[in-house]
């Protein structure tokens, strides 16, 4: 069955600081997979997604994951975090049966 | 362009009411797939529209129940509302054949009291 895994529920790093989001899920098939952010009250934001090719790929605000097949892993991250940058964060697999499986979120704080 | 809205924006009902919930698609899809956020947790799939047909759903009961106008809108439907029912809803919208690139709204939130 497909899942995603978030195991970091919240996090805090400090304005201008690197951050990584970890993500891992399982499924059978190649996934394709995304990084959603939400806003307090808002929907979901796509910041990027994998389908194939390039396992590093970029998305917007300055944000990119690495596609790591071995270690069924889609981690997240930011060189440089801006205050804009705190919001929930989900990892998201999409199956074959056409279906997202998100994972539970990881709360980014940012801090001064 | 319009992206995906929804109406409304909140909604408190009590236990055993029904709600229906509104979204209308970004301009040009033809797919709808709704989704329940509750609170602390991450979107989970109720079901998905195509050409006035329910598709594909979720592992959610028979209180939960849809509907696709020919504008491609949306509804939700959810009879005997329980506590559990309070979430967020989000609807999203896509075209038929690239499913996987879906554009949400900004949800409805729901309160059960």
């Known amino acids: 069955a497909q899942s995603v895994t978030q195991p970091d529920i919240h996090i805090t790093v400090s304005e201008g600081a690197s951050l990584e989001l970890r993500c891992n899920y399982s499924?059978?098939?190649?996934?394709?997979l995304f990084w959603y952010v939400q806003s307090p009250g808002q929907g979901l934001q796509l910041l990027l997604k994998y389908f194939s090719g390039d396992t590093l790929v970029q998305g917007i605000k300055g944000f990119e994951a690495e596609f790591k097949r071995s270690q069924s892993s889609f981690n997240l991250r930011k060189p440089s975090v801006h205050w804009s940058d705190a919001a929930e964060y989900f990892c998201?697999?999409?199956?074959?049966?056409?279906?997202?499986?998100f994972g539970t979120g990881t709360s980014l704080t940012v801090i001064p | 362009d319009a992206g995906v809205t929804q109406s409304p924006t909140h909604l408190i009902k009590t236990r055993g009411q029904q709600v229906t919930l509104r979204c209308s698609p970004k301009s040009g899809h033809d797919t709808v797939s709704w989704y329940q956020q509750a609170l602390g947790q991450g979107p989970q799939f109720i079901f998905q529209y195509y050409e006035e047909e329910e598709r594909q759903r979720g592992n959610f009961p028979d209180r939960f129940s849809g509907h696709q106008f020919p504008n491609y809108s949306s509804e939700l439907n959810v009879n005997a509302l329980l506590l559990g029912d309070s979430a967020l809803y989000l609807c999203a919208s896509s075209l038929a054949g690239e499913q996987e690139t879906q554009y949400f709204g900004p949800g409805t939130r729901l309160l059960v009291l």
């Open positions: 998201a697999v999409f199956s074959t049966g056409n279906q997202f499986y």
């Open positions: 499924y059978g098939a190649t996934p394709y």
